[in-house]
């Protein structure tokens, strides 16, 4: 079975402060994504890498960064945080790019910003 | 622009009866569709999906059925139990994105209760 995990379920942070969270998979997955999600809002999609170093924006890339130094971490940076990016956040990976693979989520970390 | 709906934020049926999710899209160019189901405190799990070559996919209590001329797609519990209730993500994916094949645009939701 495909493992996501991400390194906290809840966390508490309080305005400005750098945060950091963390997504480990274990399937060797090429793919790897970073969602918000907010009540009525679905799953917004932050920033996505389909590769080792590499990044792109999804669709509300603003106030966030990522890093992908190995294929099997994926983390995202809340350079000052806000208490508008008090969400859950979710992590997922799926296999190759180019073509239709489920995407595997992790349980998620429910950030609060004071 | 939302280019996929779930015009239902909620839903509610009872214990043995068949549940209907539905999903409507905008976007021709999507050609794969997924749903997935979501318990509170908990990340999405992929329940089905279903190509545009296809009009229907069967796994067991759950059928996805894609009526591409209307740019529909539905989802059948039958029949539905109390453990069926969670938030139910519609999502699709087209051919090419921006050159990023793969990438998921999800619907905002559907919050189904199976009352027993």
């Known amino acids: 079975d495909v493992k996501v995990t991400q390194s906290s379920r809840y966390l508490v942070k309080r305005t400005g402060e750098k945060v950091f969270l963390e997504c480990v998979q274990d399937?060797?997955?090429?793919?790897m994504f970073w969602y918000r999600q907010d009540p009525g809002l679905g799953l917004r999609l932050i920033y996505f890498?389909?590769?080792?170093?590499?990044?792109e924006k999804g669709d509300i890339p603003e106030g966030y960064s990522v890093s992908r130094e190995k294929k099997e971490r994926f983390s995202l940076i809340l350079e000052s945080a806000s208490t508008n990016q008090t969400s859950m956040y979710l992590c997922?990976?799926?296999?190759?790019?180019?073509?239709?693979?489920?995407?595997?989520f992790g349980p998620g970390t429910r950030l609060t910003v004071l | 622009d939302q280019q996929v709906k779930q015009n239902s934020p909620s839903l509610s049926v009872q214990e043995g009866r068949i549940s209907i999710l539905n999903c409507d899209y905008t976007?021709?160019?999507?050609?794969?569709f997924l749903w997935y189901k979501k318990y509170p405190a908990e990340g999405p799990t992929f329940l089905i999906s279903?190509?545009?070559?296809?009009d229907k996919n069967e796994d067991g209590r759950f059928t996805v059925f894609l009526n591409k001329s209307a740019k529909h797609l539905s989802l059948h519990i039958v029949p539905s139990q109390p453990g069926d209730s969670a938030v139910y993500f519609c999502?699709?994916?087209?051919?090419?994105?921006?050159?990023?094949?793969?990438?998921?645009?999800f619907g905002k939701g559907t919050k189904l209760s199976v009352k027993p």
């Open positions: 997922a990976s799926s296999l190759i790019a180019g073509a239709y693979n489920e995407q595997f």
């Open positions: 399937m060797d997955h090429e793919n």
């Open positions: 890498s389909y590769d080792v170093k590499m990044k």
């Open positions: 279903i190509s545009s070559i296809k």
């Open positions: 999502a699709a994916t087209p051919r090419n994105y921006g050159g990023s094949q793969g990438n998921l645009i």
């Open positions: 976007n021709s160019m999507f050609d794969y």
